[in-house]
Nanobody, 127 residues
Framework: EVRLVESGGGLVKPGGSLRLSCVVSGFRFSDYDMTWVRQAPGKGLDWVSAIDRDGEETYYRDSSVRGRFTISRDNAKNTLYLQMDSLKTEDTGAYYC???????????????????WGQGTQVTVSS
């Protein structure tokens, strides 16, 4: 059974930090590029960051998260991470991890390029 289980979300004040984790099972984690996808309140799905299967290439879709978010992975632990620092209210949303089944690029579309999804973890940034 394929499973992706996110954790680490919560309520944090602006300027704070959170570290999201996504533990996967049921497939060979090291065979897949991975991504974090955010759904802000009332908005659609936007990928936030992505990483290649070896952990050597990283992508951050928006300039607003570059320098604040860091994606990483530990293939030995079947785990994907997203370190989020200097959090802003606009970072609020549900965060999902997903496998990338299309080509890893800045043009990825959540509707077609992502395969397995987790259930999500809520991040709320509020004072």
């Amino acid at each position: 059974e394929v499973r992706l289980v996110e954790s680490g979300g919560g309520l944090v004040k602006p300027g704070g930090s959170l570290r999201l984790s996504c533990v996967v099972s049921g497939f060979r984690f090291s065979d897949y590029d991975m991504t974090w996808v955010r759904q802000a309140p009332g908005k659609g799905l936007d990928w936030v960051s992505a990483i290649d299967r070896d952990g050597e290439e990283t992508y951050y879709r928006d300039s607003s998260v570059r320098g604040r978010f860091t994606i990483s992975r530990d293939n030995a632990k079947n785990t994907l991470y997203l370190q989020m620092d200097s959090l802003k209210t606009e970072d609020t949303g549900a965060y999902y991890c997903a496998t990338v089944v299309g080509r890893l690029s800045y043009g990825m579309d959540p509707a077609s390029d992502f395969g397995y999804w987790g259930q999500g973890t809520q991040v709320t940034v509020s004072s």
